[in-house]
Nanobody, 123 residues
Framework: VQLQASGGGLAQPGGSLRLSCEFS????????IAWFRQAPGKEREALSC????????YYATSTQGRFTISRDRTKNAVYLQMNSLKPEDTAVYYC?????????????????WGNGTQVTVSS
């Protein structure tokens, strides 16, 4: 099982980025996939999660209405569209899969983690 996050980079305030999480391994075909982020000196924060059977979930109030999660089952990929970016969105972003198939927001509930992708929002 592998998860690979990509799409990070430098964005200006008010700009957009789309993160991708490509995963392999049939074990994840029916698993939820979640996005987290971790800023320097802060705890890892759950952002959003999408599963096969549930509606997308959004956990961070600071990103609700700006970030949208989606899943393409034909490509084994989950995306995080980030709009209206703010400097406080600067962090390393991770995708992860919980040990169970349904969405979870607790980092300790994740069984698999992808690599991180750096997002920097700065003018």
């Amino acid at each position: 099982v592998q998860l690979q996050a990509s799409g990070g980079g430098l964005a200006q305030p008010g700009g957009s980025l789309r993160l991708s999480c490509e995963f392999s391994g049939s074990a994840l075909d029916y698993h939820a996939i979640a996005w987290f982020r971790q800023a320097p000196g802060k705890e890892r924060e759950a952002l959003s999660c999408v599963s096969v059977t549930e509606s997308p979930k959004y956990y961070a109030t600071s990103t609700q209405g700006r970030f949208t999660i989606s899943r393409d089952r034909t490509k084994n990929a989950v995306y995080l569209q980030m709009n209206s970016l703010k400097p406080e969105d600067t962090a390393v972003y991770y995708c992860a899969a919980p040990r169970v198939r349904r969405c979870r927001s607790d980092p300790d509930a994740m069984g698999y983690w992808g690599n991180g992708t750096q997002v920097t929002v700065s003018s």
